[in-house]
């Protein structure tokens, strides 16, 4: 059964903290993604990466890096935690011409 | 730049009814993808349905169907006999093919349906 893991489904950190979000798919999907699930406004994509050390800024990267050093693993790292980054992150990966497959999701508060 | 309008921020339908969920987009391109992501409350987003666009038919898997009028950049899901495992928060989704051969997604704000018994 195909699998997108999320290190974490709850996270709570402090103000100025270095957050790591890992992110690990088992398909061999070249293309992975990072969104930010807020209510009422949906998801908005923040990273995405289509190969291996290859990235693009979404729609909303500000304050937020990635690092995709092996194919299978796409990580997401908030540099200095702002409370404005408490939300729910979602990762997916996709192969060319496939749907979506998305992990189950890290909740993330900044305190 | 493309955007993806769902306006209807809840619905109710009664078990074994039906209810449709709307969904528009704004775009200039005439070649992308249209979908529907079911997100429960387990947060596992899941997919519904899925529509190209250089497809007149309407795609249909089991009780879920679209309608899809291109001319009004409008993708509608119908879902039929509604069930109690149907409760969620479903997603209308657009997907850009770039000429890189990457694309991008762009997610509505969602449309939260619960099913009455």
């Known amino acids: 059964d195909v699998k997108v893991t999320q290190s974490s489904r709850y996270l709570v950190k402090r103000t100025g903290e270095k957050v790591f979000l890992e992110c690990v798919q088992d398909m061999d999907h070249e293309n992975m993604f990072w969104y930010r699930q807020d209510p009422g406004l949906g998801l908005r994509l923040i990273y995405f990466s289509y190969d291996v050390k290859m990235k693009e800024k979404g729609d909303i990267p500000e304050g937020y890096s990635v690092s995709r050093e092996k194919k299978e693993r796409f990580s997401l790292i908030l540099e200095s935690a702002s409370t404005n980054q408490t939300s729910m992150y979602l990762c997916?990966?996709?192969?060319?011409?496939?749907?979506?497959?998305f992990g189950s999701g890290t909740q993330l508060s900044v305190l | 730049a493309q955007t993806v309008t769902q306006s209807q921020p809840e619905m109710s339908v009664q078990e074994a009814e039906t209810v449709t969920l709307s969904c528009t987009y704004d775009?200039?391109?005439?070649?992308?993808?249209l979908f529907w992501y079911k997100q429960p409350p387990s947060r596992q987003m899941i997919l519904v349905i899925r529509?190209?666009?250089?497809?007149?038919q309407n795609a249909t898997e089991n009780r879920f169907s679209v309608n899809f009028q291109k001319a009004a950049k409008s993708f509608s899901l119908k879902i039929s006999d509604s069930q109690l495992g149907d409760a969620a928060m479903y997603f209308c989704a657009y997907r850009r093919d770039k000429l890189s051969g990457t694309y991008k997604y762009i997610f509505g704000t969602g449309t939260r349906l619960k099913v009455l018994a």
């Open positions: 997916a990966s996709s192969s060319y011409n496939e749907k979506l497959f």
């Open positions: 529509q190209e666009a250089y497809k007149q």
């Open positions: 775009t200039s391109e005439s070649d992308y993808y």
